[in-house]
């Protein structure tokens, strides 16, 4: 059992009481909500006849409905409009902050409570959504949970848990130049497996997690829930406390060396135990890329699609799936495979770095003729940032659409989607089947600098071929 | 498709009915329930939509549109089942379409807790009961089973199997302690101590 480590520090701060079940009653320190997974909380919390327990520590704001190109009320799209309203209606009647489309604070929810000081070390987050491990970049304990614990939330504040194990993924060596913080998740997820870390919370930590952006350890925690584990974190140190400072939401100037000095005693300690531990060689990692329909089938890109018979056999039925989805074939390289569709965005890369990137590959070139390519900022102040950076100039004179800030097509629950079996090179999160809004629609993931490479190339391309 | 007036409440002990077999690993949230049925500010009407992609695109009959599945009620799978999204709408469109309970080799976590929310249990089977179980199933195709919570069995009318429903689960499901809302709040004055040692609740004074 782990001992000493953030993860049990936080638990143990935050345990109400054990039930007669056998399971912990946790307390939620902040509570994210949206609008795909908050009415039924809602009207199941009404028939019920319950109010807010603390309706001060959720907050909420609207993105994965949201359509990218205009977004002038009421929505064409009525069901969207709809679930918007039913949102304003719940925010209002339970005075629940919310940032609304032209607040200034709208955008993933992923990327709007980091960017706002909303997420803090120590703090325990919540929301009906799986990437909500996202916020354990900051050292809190951030994890996904469903309607009818969206509903606890909202009634409690609490809700039922079972302590996780810990796994510890260290990381020496140096990353490569053109290749990014995506690259280093998609690797662990491809070596680890999408099972190995259910039952786990995961902290990476290391030399190259050390020496990471904010920004990028965000991208890291965001996708533990894509190698199974429900929550990923890393240790606060004074980076994360130079990105919190002076926010809207971080503490105050009065409180902010007590809280400073709170969260240093919350790291992990030298002689924690863990459940487990891996490590990695960062220097070993190349621009990774998946091939398949889970994250786990990616390949560097200077490697071939792997054959069926070196891979384990449990892998296997999951590899003749994907082959034949893909419509690719074992042994190939994904080199030169020609695209249709470039997505720039999500909870994963839409902040102002990725952006940033993607930008340093498409200034001066064009995208690529038959290629529909199209950059979404993660919220109204990554928009913002771009935009006084001149980014989106950049961009648009690269022939991709500038678009506003929402989930876009990473989930395709808005106008942007694939059509048919469309290729698109994404630096979303997910390669599921159907996930970007085709029933036979085809994604691959890799980093932005990736994305905007094949762009402007037609088809993928090594990004660092295009590194000056 | 099943009526809201069975679905699960209080103690559940036993589940008894057909079974369902889906076979593969990793089947994901979103081809449970494609993200376009999201937009909805109800389940109702999930029951009809589940695996909406899958079934229209499999070549042979998808297993819940095959005659014989009609009214099944446990649903066996392979591993990780229910990976992707903490989406609650997969869990609540399988027990719109009639799902009660899930027998499978392994869970995603996310999934696991969000079926248990709602009174439907995930118990984990071996690979190898799990190939005799099936072979049983397709030989006797109207059999009825049981899903016995308590001696933590799967019961036909010829054989039994182990499997395995962990602890806190089956505690909660037992007492009808799996609807969590009532618990949670009876704890207010614990809720209310907990609050006072947390110190970005305090201004960091602790
Ligand atoms: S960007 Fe994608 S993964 Fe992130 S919250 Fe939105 S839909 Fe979910």
Not at chain 2, 1 to 6: E, I, L, P, R, T
Request: with cysteine; glycine share 8%; proline share 4%.
């Amino acid at each position: 059992m782990s001992c000493k480590t953030l993860y049990d520090k936080v638990w143990d701060l935050h345990r109400v009481t054990e039930l007669p079940s056998g399971s912990t009653q946790l307390f939620v320190g902040l509570h994210l909500i949206h609008e795909v997974t908050s009415p039924q909380a809602f009207s199941s919390l009404e028939e019920k006849g319950l109010n807010l327990f603390c309706p001060e520590r959720t907050i909420a704001t609207v993105d994965h409905i949201v359509p990218t190109k205009n977004q002038i009320r009421p929505f064409s799209d009525h069901l969207a409009e709809q679930m918007l309203q039913k949102l304003e209606e719940n925010c209002s009647k339970h005075s629940i902050k919310f940032f609304n489309i032209g607040s200034g604070n709208q955008g993933i929810v992923h990327v709007i409570a980091p960017e706002t000081g909303l997420t803090q070390p120590g703090m325990t987050i919540v929301c009906g959504d799986s990437h909500t491990s996202t916020h354990g970049a900051f050292g809190s304990i951030a994890f996904g949970i469903g309607t009818s614990q969206v509903r606890d939330v909202l009634a409690s504040q609490t809700l039922t848990m079972k302590k996780l194990k810990v796994r510890r993924l260290w990381f020496s060596g140096k990353l490569k130049k053109g290749v990014f913080a995506k690259d280093l998740i998609l690797h662990v997820i491809q070596k680890l497996g999408v099972k190995a870390g259910v039952g786990y919370a995961y902290e990476f930590s290391g030399p190259v997690i050390d020496n990471l952006s904010m920004e990028e350890r965000m991208t890291i925690c965001n996708m533990s829930i894509e190698g199974g584990a429900r929550c990923g974190y890393i240790n606060p140190d004074q980076k994360t406390f130079d990105y919190l400072k002076g926010k809207e939401y971080s503490p105050k100037e009065e409180n902010w060396d007590s809280a400073v000095k709170w969260w240093q005693s919350l790291s992990s300690e030298e002689n924690a135990t863990y459940d487990d531990e891996v490590k990695f060689d960062a220097s070993e990692i190349a621009p990774t890329i998946t091939w398949g329909i889970t994250p786990g089938q990616s390949i560097a890109i200077d490697s071939c699609i792997p054959k069926p018979e070196s891979l384990e056999n449990s892998d296997q039925q999951t590899a003749l799936e994907a082959y034949k989805y893909m419509n690719l074939k074992p042994g190939i390289s994904l080199e030169g495979l020609k695209i249709d569709v470039c997505f720039i965005g999500s909870c994963t890369n839409g902040r102002l770095s990725d952006l940033q990137k993607a930008a340093e590959i498409a200034k001066g070139r064009q995208v690529a003729k038959g290629v529909k390519a199209f950059v979404v900022p993660g919220s109204e102040k990554v928009a913002k940032q771009a935009e006084e950076k001149g980014l989106h100039q950049i961009f648009i004179k690269a022939g991709f659409e500038w678009r506003k800030p929402g989930c876009s097509m990473c989930l395709a629950m808005n106008p942007d989607k694939l059509e048919k079996d469309q290729i698109s090179a994404s630096s979303s999160n997910r390669n599921f089947k159907g996930r970007q809004g085709s029933a036979k629609g085809r994604t691959l993931l890799m980093s932005p600098a990736m994305v905007a490479a094949a762009a402007v190339n037609g088809a993928i391309i090594d990004v660092r071929k295009l590194l000056h | 498709m099943s009526n809201s007036s069975d679905f699960p409440s209080g103690p559940i002990k036993k589940i008894k009915g057909k079974c369902i077999y889906l076979p593969g690993n990793d089947i994901d949230t979103d081809r449970i329930i494609p993200a376009r049925f999201l937009k909805c500010v109800s389940f109702e009407a999930l029951g009809n939509q589940v695996f909406a992609d899958d079934r229209i695109d499999s070549n042979q009959l998808h297993p819940f549109d095959r005659d014989e599945n009609k009214n099944g009620s446990i649903l066996i799978v392979d591993k990780n089942f229910g990976c992707g999204s903490s989406r609650e709408h997969a869990p609540q469109a399988l027990m719109r379409w009639g799902i009660r309970a899930i027998v499978g080799q392994s869970f995603a976590e996310i999934f696991y807790s969000n079926c248990l929310s709602i009174g439907i249990p995930c118990a984990l089977i071996s690979e190898f009961d799990i190939k005799l179980l099936i072979q049983e199933i397709n030989n006797f195709k109207q059999d009825q089973l049981t899903l016995d919570i308590n001696s933590q069995k799967l019961i036909s009318r010829k054989n039994s199997w182990s499997i395995n429903i962990e602890k806190a689960a089956s505690n909660m499901l037992l007492t009808g302690g799996w609807d969590a809302t009532s618990i949670l709040i009876s704890q207010k004055e614990k809720i209310n101590l907990t609050m006072q040692k947390i110190p970005y609740l305090n201004s960091f004074k602790i």
